[in-house]
């Protein structure tokens, strides 16, 4: 999400408060009637464009936004359909703990100074003589067209300001785009994933003997987005000048699809501002050359000697994007594994391997099932030894299985060839393809099209949605860092008067204030004397998982952020290193700045993993490594057998602290079969929890029941209840096999939650 800048000005516009009138009476409830403000009609003078927002107004129910343990009714152009603590004048509602407090009253007052559009609500007392505030940051995104809608920022239990953004294609400025695709000598060129919906490309140009660096900005086969920038609408390119009076000068509107010239694949915007030049050119424009690499992820570069000079300001710019389809999909083929491929171009990693041993099925318009696998062979033999898609009800291989996920950019793709021959000498093939899961949508495959001799299968699915990154090691002892993500904050690292924002394996949460480039995992700001941040720096994004180094220390990657300030072909990047201590979950600490990349420390229990621990009669455990020590007595005091049934209705009682007094020495028992003595005590912090595993219990078959008991830490539950997670039925195991018997064995795992630990 983009993150927007909050001026503190205000301009009020000198329209009446609009109010609805009681004039209906629905289910016994009163209701308003809903006039969108004028208000909502807002202009933008500079650039003697109107944004129309009174279609995010909904004359039926008022907008619902979910968050936490909260609720927000909400109307921006008009007061709430249904009354707020039943009472009239508002436009914003908080709900929270079955109480609804008007937080903000209806009209509010416009700020759209600078470029942007604010919303600012004034509600009921909150804390101290203070009232509720909430500002409404409205959002350009040209995606958001159906499908928008409010989201409310993360907030403290007792803030008193608030603060939603609504991304709407509504206030944009009218979209100027070119087909951004080419074909030259027979190959396919698609630019379209640098194509930017709601952010631009910043661009500094580094020029000597300017205090304040002129940028710019860009987006690819589209006009620049208008946030807070007063450029030409149908600009694709513009330069930000702080030094200018006017600030901003066009360098190129959008106007013509990619080409080349002279072998290079090119981008130019034509007719941007006058040239006062002495050159024949009559205006500025912008050439962007664009050089095939596949392992570039920086952004554009600046040709320094253009420009200014001659009214031509031109940018070269390494890119996967750049290559020809075959290329990109060749490049891909060759570091594809097994039902995983890469995306050249981002270089995420598409893996459906936990589809693989599953049987699906997809029905045609007559009713006729089509049974499938996904990289794999069916086991029903119907069709025919190897075929991965068959028609059970006429024995009809659709396509023999492979495992060769091919990678395309909207999705990947598996493809079936070789099935039983259907007319003309051709062989049935199906192509199944895969795409990331809208919000909403059904997660399951669906029969697209049917030809003669081809079948297309489409499948919704977030195992193919990027930006997902395991946030754990991947060696034997895996150290997870997911306990430090942040759901509804970021870290934030204090040094004088520069912040470091920060979050784990995910970009930051959006702030108020806060401008760094959208999915970044961290980013350097400076705090003026005003708390207003400026000169936000990326330090990257979230594409890898951690690592370990070669002193076995954790270490989290995040790459291509800003533009590196000593070395401009280099991108920004930036370290963390976790150590293991005992110091709970502890805070990053800056170390320092080397080669483009920021190094910082993290002393956390998380970086740990699983450390081995004793117990001490009565009934305590104690981390033998870092000295922790839990008494587990209260859950005896307060009551000797706690009981958990499974879905077949055995009951299985549990006593910790009593086990030899009540299960026949064992800690879980079920009738006269004891699940085990304790035999191990492990504390995992990397998934904050701790494990008593017990063995030995009662003969099965041969081998013996074995349990665990996973407790974990919520200090809101007070002594909480145990949970059955799994009872796995038992197999003979051999004695080789004997550490699978947590999953193959009688296991019984229990969770249990415990105000402290």
Not at 341 to 359: A, E, G, H, S
Not at 621 to 634: C, H, M, P, R, T
């Amino acid at each position: 999400m983009k993150k927007i800048k909050i001026s503190n000005l205000i301009w009020i516009p000198a329209h009446r408060n609009i109010q609805g009138n009681d004039n209906a009476d629905v289910l016994g409830k009163r209701v308003l009637t809903v006039i969108p403000s004028k208000y909502c009609e807002v202009p933008e003078r500079k650039l003697s464009f109107i944004y129309n927002l009174t279609k995010l107004t909904s004359d039926k129910e008022d907008i619902i936004i979910k968050h936490d343990y909260e609720m927000i009714r909400m109307q921006l152009c008009s007061p709430l359909i249904k009354k707020c603590n039943n009472q009239d004048g508002y436009a914003i509602c908080l709900i929270k703990n079955n109480t609804e407090k008007g937080i903000g009253r209806f009209p509010p007052k416009l700020d759209n100074e600078y470029g942007r559009t604010l919303f600012n609500f004034t509600g009921d007392d909150c804390l101290h003589g203070t009232n509720y505030t909430v500002t409404v940051i409205m959002h350009c995104d040209y995606n958001a067209e159906t499908n928008s809608y409010p989201e409310l920022f993360s907030h403290g239990d007792q803030q008193c300001n608030l603060y939603i953004i609504w991304k709407t294609a509504l206030l944009c400025v009218p979209r100027t785009q070119t087909n951004c695709t080419v074909v030259n000598a027979g190959h396919y060129y698609d630019l379209s994933l640098l194509t930017r919906p709601s952010e631009n490309y910043m661009i500094p140009l580094h020029i000597k003997n300017k205090t304040k660096s002129p940028k710019i900005i860009l987006n690819v086969c589209q006009n620049i987005l208008h946030h807070g920038i007063m450029c030409p609408i149908k600009s694709g390119a513009c330069l930000d000048d702080p030094e200018k009076p006017n600030g901003y000068l066009s360098l190129g509107e959008v106007q013509k699809p990619p080409f080349f010239k002279d072998g290079t694949l090119q981008i130019e915007y034509q007719d941007g501002a006058l040239c006062t030049q002495n050159v024949t050119t009559p205006h500025v424009k912008t050439t962007i050359h664009f050089k095939c690499d596949l392992e570039a992820k920086g952004p554009p570069e600046y040709i320094l000697g253009s420009g200014i000079e001659d009214c031509h300001y031109q940018l070269i710019w390494y890119t996967p994007a750049a290559c020809d389809i075959e290329t990109l999909r060749d490049y891909s083929a060759k570091t594809a594994g097994k039902c995983n491929v890469k995306n050249p171009i981002t270089n995420f990693t598409y893996d459906l391997q936990t589809l693989m041993n599953k049987d699906f099925t997809v029905t045609n318009v007559n009713g006729i099932k089509y049974k499938f696998r996904v990289c794999n062979a069916l086991m029903d033999n119907t069709c025919g030894n190897k075929t991965g898609i068959c028609n059970s009800k006429y024995g009809t291989s659709l396509g023999q299985a492979n495992a060769n996920l091919i990678w395309q950019q909207n999705g990947p793709y598996l493809n079936y060839t070789n099935g039983d021959l259907c007319e003309n000498g051709v062989s049935h093939y199906t192509l199944i393809r895969f795409f990331c899961e809208p919000q909403g949508s059904l997660s399951r495959p669906l029969l697209i099209k049917e030809f003669t001799c081809q079948t297309i299968i489409h499948w919704n699915t977030d195992l193919v949605c990027e930006k997902k990154i395991k946030c754990a090691t991947n060696n034997d002892d895996e150290i997870n860092l997911t306990p430090l993500i942040q759901s509804t904050n970021n870290y934030i690292i204090k040094a004088n008067d520069t912040e470091f924002h920060i979050n784990i394996c995910r970009p930051l949460v959006p702030t108020q204030g806060l401008l760094c480039a959208h999915g970044s995992a961290a980013c350097k700001v400076s705090v003026t004397s005003k708390n207003e941040y400026m000169n936000e720096i990326s330090l990257g994004f979230p594409e890898d998982s951690p690592t370990l180094n070669k002193d076995l220390q954790t270490v989290l990657r995040y790459i291509n952020g800003s533009q590196c300030p000593e070395n401009p072909t280099k991108t920004i990047s930036s370290n963390f290193i976790f150590i293991c201590d005992n110091n709970n979950q502890g805070l990053p600490v800056y170390k320092h700045y080397v080669n483009c990349t920021y190094i910082f420390e993290w002393n956390t229990s998380i970086a740990c993993g699983a450390v081995m621990g004793g117990w001490t009669a009565p009934c305590t455990i104690k981390d033998s490594f870092l000295s922790y020590e839990y008494d587990l007595s209260l859950l005896d005091k307060t009551q000797q057998i706690h009981h958990v049934k499974s879905r077949q209705g055995k009951e299985y009682a549990i006593s910790i602290c009593g086990g030899e007094k009540y299960c026949n020495g064992s800690a879980i028992c079920h009738e006269y079969n004891g699940y085990g003595s304790l035999g191990s005590v492990i504390f995992d912090y990397s998934r904050n929890d701790v494990k008593l595993k017990y063995s030995n219990g009662s003969k099965c078959n041969n081998n013996s029941y074995t349990s665990e008991v996973r407790f974990i830490c919520n200090e809101s539950m007070g002594i909480g209840e145990p949970k059955l997670l799994l009872v796995s039925q038992n197999y003979t195991i051999s004695r080789s096999s004997i550490l699978s018997i947590k999953y193959k064995g009688n296991f019984l795992k229990v969770r249990y939650k415990k105000k402290k630990l």
